[in-house]
């Protein structure tokens, strides 16, 4: 067994989350490796005809203002919501630019990480593209590590009484490419779960299949917005302002915006059992189309199978010959010992047991989990660059984080809020609202936005999106087009006078009470 020490930090994972930490790391000097158990970069967002990553029709669902590197937009001729193709072009692009590859060492699968009194120990191995061993264990010590694997990593496939029972096939979403690819077009589907995957893939069979209506399952029903609201992407209208509202207002707010544009959700009989911002709203441009036209059918939870068909828990059923399950992923983490895996993960809910979902108390800043997040709006780009940051110049020592004590008593209120404010499911269990979460991130080294030092962009600040590189405005590596890109991302009307209309009833309304009262 070989062995390595001349590096500082490793990384773990070259998906997005691992490439934004190795250029930040990079950006401080440090020396780096990164293991990468595929031959490419890019994790999820690198199409393969077979195995994990993105289905062929994939578009991110966020624009491309909200889901970029903060110091590397993407070219102007991409459309707002780019192709997987697009995103794996700009991805490779960025690592390209930023010298980022030569530090990456591709088909080594991460065994064991092992903490050390004075770092960790990372026992590593050669694999070919189907995982087999190539070679023997390799050794690496470092002082750092960042954990960047994401928590996309085992599918969460559930088990159906009766299933012993069901003469169709039962896939995971991790496997569904196309309705072509996957051979549906003859078959009657039903799919379960109504995040974006699920509905995705219920609309890809409704264009493509000839056996129609599609069915989509679901235990807790959605909120479905479109990709635009009133001619603007729709992340377009997060902004500082609606985090500043109070939480049912700001509720209040978003339930009318949506229901102004694709109508009360009972009437598609999506029946959501919680408000629009305790969860993740459901992002699809043709979804009502497609109900509205008997393309797809939405379904209670499935009850039972019985050999030719499913069983719903209003006592309907349909016949079925595919059920594709969008039913979600686990974080897997089978490198890590038992006894760091129980500071960190709690296996049974899904819920990680770290501060700001990056650090473990007992542990402290030596070991980072980048990316375990999942962004109520926007996209996870964001969060990761500025938890990579973070790790970064904690790893330089500029700043420190808080005493065990206090990082689990902030964790407690934490889970608290999350626990108040999102609808209890695993899929719930790692959201954060983005914009605060980042800004407070921001916040421990110098790079949260102030309004008093970006005088000019002060109501692009308040009432725009911004897009990532408002959180290169300031601070450590802050970047010189860092304005001018923050002027560029559009500040949708509706914010804009909406805003300055609910600033002059209320100057009106305390002018009123100062004549009347003083």
């Not at 009484?161 to 569904?176: A, N, P």
């Not at 309705?179 to 509905?199: D, P, T």
């Not at 375990?372 to 790893?395: D, K, M």
């Not at 002027?487 to 009347?516: A, D, E, N, W």
Request: aromatic letters at 12%.
């Amino acid at each position: 067994m070989s062995s390595h020490s001349g590096y500082d930090v490793a990384v773990i994972g070259a998906g997005i989350s691992g490439i934004a930490t190795a250029k930040c790391l990079l950006d401080d000097k440090f020396k780096i490796i990164v293991f990468e158990q595929t031959d490419h970069i890019g994790g999820l967002w690198h199409f393969t005809e077979h195995g994990y990553g993105v289905m062929r029709f994939t578009h991110i669902n966020v624009s491309k203002h909200n889901y970029c590197f903060s110091d590397f937009p993407f070219p102007d001729d991409i459309p707002d919501y780019p192709h997987h193709s697009h995103m794996a072009e700009y991805i490779n692009s960025y690592a390209e630019h930023f010298g980022i590859r030569d530090h990456i060492s591709f088909k080594t699968k991460v065994d064991r990480i092992e903490q050390l009194p004075e770092g960790w120990k990372i026992k590593s191995v050669k694999v070919d593209n189907a995982g087999r061993h190539q070679g023997g264990y390799e050794e690496t010590f470092v002082k750092f590590v960042a954990i960047a694997t994401g928590h996309h990593a085992k599918p969460n496939i559930p088990h159906f009484d009766g299933q012993e029972r069901f003469s169709g096939q039962i896939l995971h979403s991790i496997d569904y490419k196309d309705a072509i690819s996957n051979e549906l077009m003859e078959k009657k589907v039903v799919v379960v779960g109504i995040g974006n995957s699920a509905v995705d893939v219920a609309v890809n069979v409704a264009e493509l299949g000839r056996k129609k209506p599609v069915c989509i399952s679901t235990r807790s029903g959605a909120w479905v917005v479109p990709n635009y609201v009133h001619g603007y992407p729709t992340d377009h209208y997060a902004c500082r302002l609606f985090f500043w509202l109070p939480w049912s207002l700001s509720n209040f707010v978003f339930q009318l915006i949506i229901q102004s544009v694709v109508g009360s959700p009972w009437r598609w009989n999506l029946n959501p059992k919680m408000k629009a911002r305790q969860t993740q709203p459901t992002v699809s441009p043709t979804l009502i189309h497609h109900i509205q036209r008997r393309n797809i059918e939405v379904k209670p939870n499935i009850a039972a199978l019985e050999r030719n068909n499913v069983v719903f828990t209003d006592g309907t059923k349909t016949a079925s010959d595919v059920i594709v399950c969008c039913t979600g992923y686990h974080i897997y983490l089978p490198f890590l010992d038992n006894k760091i895996k129980d500071q960190v993960l709690e296996e049974s809910s899904n819920r990680i047991k770290l501060f700001k979902n990056v650090f473990a108390p007992e542990i402290g800043a030596s070991l980072a989990f980048i990316g375990f997040t999942q962004p109520a709006s926007g996209g996870l780009l964001s969060v990761s660059e500025i938890q990579a940051r973070w790790f970064s110049e904690l790893c330089k020592g500029k700043t420190k984080l808080p005493s065990a004590e206090k990082m689990f008593h902030n964790m407690k209120q934490d889970q608290q809020r999350s626990e108040s404010t999102y609808y209890a499911s695993a899929r719930h269990t790692i959201q954060q609202d983005p914009i605060p979460y980042i800004d407070e991130i921001a916040s421990y080294f110098g790079a949260k936005p102030q309004l008093w030092r970006h005088p000019s962009l002060a109501w692009n600040l308040i009432v725009g999106s911004c897009g990532a590189a408002q959180w290169r405005l300031q601070g450590p590596h802050k970047w010189n087009k860092a304005k001018e890109v923050v002027r560029s991302v559009p500040i949708t009307p509706l914010m804009h006078y909406g805003t300055i209309t609910l600033l002059v009833l209320i100057t009106i309304i305390v002018t009123f009470i100062l004549l009347k009262f003083c």
